[in-house]
């Protein structure tokens, strides 16, 4: 006769054991049914940039594949930060989705005070949605063609350049305090909110050079307003070819610009590879292709591991870079 202890045991097992395998049971259950109910794309930039412009394309066709409502809350403010940590609050359940982009994962950690909110430890990536590189524009009366002659430029003693970008914490920023290390020369950081307000600036001659995106620098390239010295890409971008990149110049130059996707910590697994499957075949479509292209956007896709692995590099790179140049926040 069994003893009353090992019975006990013995009926303990059987519960732990239905509750396992009611737990491994529940979590394919849960994948398959999502998404069933209607989904919020937080996007912390205003209404109209390019961020949220790709949300809502995206969040359209993510709506019409699920046959659910994808709703596009702009939270602007503290360089995207205010909708970061809306987002880490949410519940997660694969219902509130971050728009992300490398500036809020890659650089402003490394400008922002010690008790900077920590995006990297609160959300998890998905997938890279989209890159394009930046392109160095100058004034048209300023006398180079070329990085090299801008280098040469920059290196009279009665020259005092200086170079516009969308913000502190930006790659654009980036790739000017890049640019001047490697040609040894020096130019003074003017930021500006957005790229459209030193555009207007250089048109204007009070700015000789601006690193902007190429939807907002090319058509003014083209009309000969201004003028396009390189591209920040490693190669050339495949959407201006003749546009010589920095890195011909000064080899290993590369800043790009990214947006992606990211769900709250603990967030299923198998909610995340769904979402991450369904991005991925919204951006092999021709419509969306067609639309990236006017956008100066590539598409990126690819696996969750794709994405931590691409930020994981360019966290390291650009702290490294950010330390090395001594680059404040502003």
Do not use: C
Not at 6 to 13: D, E, Y
Not at 97 to 123: G, Q, R, Y
């Amino acid at each position: 006769m069994m003893s009353r202890k090992l019975v006990q045991w013995k009926a303990r097992s059987l519960v732990a054991a239905a509750a396992l395998a009611l737990a491994a049971a529940g979590t394919p259950a849960k994948a398959q049914s999502y998404p069933s109910r209607s989904m919020t794309i937080l996007v912390g930039y205003s209404a109209g940039g390019q961020a949220d412009a790709l949300a809502r394309i995206i969040g359209k066709q993510l709506g019409d594949t699920f046959k659910i409502s994808v709703v596009i809350e702009n939270k602007t403010g503290a360089n995207g930060m205010i909708a970061a940590q809306a987002a880490a609050r949410a519940e997660p359940d694969g219902y509130t989705v971050l728009m992300v982009t490398d500036a809020m994962l890659t650089i402003d950690p490394h400008l922002a005070s010690s008790n900077h909110f920590d995006l990297s430890k609160a959300m998890e990536p998905v997938v890279s949605v989209a890159w394009s590189p930046l392109l160095l524009a100058a004034g048209k009366d300023v006398p180079a063609n070329s990085v090299a002659e801008l280098v040469a430029l920059g290196k009279q003693k009665s020259q005092t350049l200086s170079f516009g970008s969308s913000g502190s914490s930006t790659p654009h920023r980036l790739a000017g305090e890049m640019l001047q290390k490697s040609g040894g020369f020096t130019m003074t950081h003017i930021p500006y909110k957005g790229t459209g307000a030193s555009v207007n600036d250089l048109l204007g001659g009070q700015i000789p050079l601006v690193f902007g995106a190429p939807t907002a620098l090319e058509p003014l390239a083209s009309a000969g307003s201004i003028k396009l010295l390189g591209v920040t890409s490693e190669k050339r971008y495949p959407l201006l070819p003749n546009v010589p990149a920095i890195s011909e110049t000064f080899p290993g130059f590369n800043i790009i610009s990214y947006i992606g996707f990211m769900l709250p910590k603990k967030t299923p697994e198998p909610v995340i590879a769904a979402l991450n499957k369904e991005v991925n075949a919204i951006l092999v479509t021709d419509t969306m292709r067609a639309w990236l292209d006017k956008q100066g956007m590539i598409a990126t896709g690819g696996t969750q591991g794709d994405f931590k692995r691409q930020i994981e590099v360019d966290y390291q790179a650009r702290g490294d870079l950010v330390r090395a140049l001594g680059i404040t926040g502003e």
